[in-house]
Nanobody, 119 residues
């Protein structure tokens, strides 16, 4: 059974930095894409950043130039700089994984990690 575990959330002052990490374990044949979403209280979950197996990245406009997504096989990281109070949210990692060559890829999600930015 594939498991995805996040780490690295916490409380930081505005202008500070945090680094989130997400590690997948279990049967992994190939990981096609990885990414981060976030959900603030009372708001819908929104895409933050994605990275493909080829290293192509995409970012939400709100985080461009401040956040950097990177990957190393089954680990995806999100470096968050110049944090703002509006970045406060629960951050969720996902990894699109084929567990075997003959099985369709599926999204596996982490449990979420809280990021709180104080003003």
């Amino acid at each position: 059974q594939v498991q995805v575990m996040e780490s690295g959330g916490g409380l930081v002052q505005a202008g500070g930095s945090l680094r989130l990490s997400c590690l997948a374990s279990g049967p992994i044949y190939i990981i096609t894409a990885m990414g981060w979403y976030r959900q603030a209280p009372g708001k819908q979950r929104e895409l933050v950043a994605t990275i493909t197996k080829n290293g192509d990245t995409d970012y939400a406009e709100a985080v461009k130039g401040r956040f950097t997504i990177s990957r190393d096989y089954a680990k995806v990281s999100l470096q968050m700089n110049s944090l703002k109070p509006e970045d406060t949210a629960v951050y969720y990692c996902y990894q699109n994984i084929k567990t075997h060559a003959w099985i369709k890829a599926d999204d596996f999600w982490g449990q979420g990690t809280q990021v709180t930015v104080s003003s």
